[in-house]
């Protein structure tokens, strides 16, 4: 069973920085394409970052340059970091397993203000 539990979120001014993790099992996580993706209040889930088994990064354009993702297989986990934060980086924050947002975790709050 894919389990996946995201943790990491709060409330930070515009220009602060978080750290997400995402404690992965149930499946071979070393080799799986991960993502991360958001959902703004009344909006749709939009993916933010993914990271291949071989390390290959790519970021949607709204965060390219703020935002990092990385992963460490020891631990098989997953990172985003989060720096540089705008008011418009508020959202719920989910992992998912490879591009299927399905297999996606509780999520973590994700609060840019003032």
């Known amino acids: 069973e894919v389990r996946l539990v995201e943790s990491g979120g709060g409330l930070v001014q515009p220009g602060g920085s978080l750290r997400l993790s995402c404690a992965a099992s149930?499946?071979?996580?070393?080799?799986?394409?991960m993502t991360w993706v958001r959902q703004a209040p009344g909006k749709g889930l939009e993916r933010v970052s993914t990271?291949?088994?071989?390390?290959?990064?790519t970021y949607a354009d709204s965060v390219k340059g703020r935002f990092t993702i990385s992963r460490d297989n020891a631990k098989n986990t997953l990172y985003l970091q989060l720096n540089s934060l705008k008011t418009e980086d508020t959202a719920m924050y989910y992992c998912?397993?490879?591009?299927?947002?399905?297999?996606r975790g509780q999520g973590t709050q994700v609060t840019v203000s003032s």
């Open positions: 998912a397993k490879g591009f299927d947002y399905n297999l």
């Open positions: 990271i291949s088994g071989g390390f290959t990064t």
């Open positions: 149930g499946f071979t996580f070393s080799s799986s394409i």
